[in-house]
C-alpha cells in the first residue's frame, strides 16, 4: 500500500500511520492485486476519534486511496470506495464518510461528486504542504438496521 502511495500521490504517510490504520480500523482499508499478487491500488479509511462533543455524528474519513495509473479506469478506485463505505456504515455505523481532495485534481472530484454522489461541504485554505487548497467532500451514509 505504502508504495502505490508514494508512486502515485505527493503526501505520503509514515509507515506507523499505515500500521495504525490497519491495526485500529481493519474493516475499512482494501488493497486490489494484479495476478500476480501486487498491490495496484489502496484505499486507506478511518472512524474519525470522538470529540469532546459526545453528541456528534460517528463518521468515517478516506485518508487516502490511489490505484496504479496502469488500472485506472477500470473502476477499481470505485469499487474501493464503496467496498470501505459499506464497512463504515455496517461495522461502525458511521452517518457520514469525509474525505480532502485537491481543488486541481479534477479527475478525483469527477470520481467523487459524479460517481459516488459526494457533495463539497467546505474549502480548506492552504490544506496541503505546497499551500493548495482542498476540498472537504462529505457523503451520507445509510447504516443498516
Known amino acids: 500500500m505504502q508504495q502505490a502511495n508514494l508512486v502515485n500521490l505527493p503526501e505520503n504517510y509514515h509507515i506507523r500511520l499505515w500500521i495504525y490504520h490497519i491495526v485500529t480500523w481493519p474493516q475499512l482499508s482494501y488493497v ?9 491500488g489502496y484505499v486507506l479509511a478511518k472512524i474519525e476519534e470522538e470529540s469532546e462533543d459526545k453528541t456528534a455524528d460517528i463518521h468515517g474519513h478516506i485518508n487516502s486511496i490511489s ?25 461502525y455505523k458511521a452517518q457520514y464518510v469525509s474525505l480532502h481532495v485537491r481543488e486541481t485534481n479534477k479527475a478525483a472530484i469527477g470520481l467523487y461528486r459524479d460517481t459516488l454522489g459526494f457533495e463539497v461541504a467546505d474549502v480548506e485554505k492552504g490544506y ?5 487548497d482542498a476540498y472537504m467532500m462529505r457523503l451520507n451514509l445509510e447504516s443498516g438496521p
Not at 470506495?81 to 456504515?89: D, G, R, T, V
Open 128 to 132: 496541503y504542504a505546497d499551500g493548495e
Open 32 to 40: 486490489v492485486e494484479d495476478s500476480k499478487g501486487r498491490i495496484i
Open 67 to 91: 490505484v496504479l495509473r496502469g488500472y485506472r479506469r477500470l473502476g477499481l478506485a470505485k469499487k474501493l470506495m464503496l467496498l470501505s463505505q459499506e464497512a463504515m456504515a455496517s461495522v
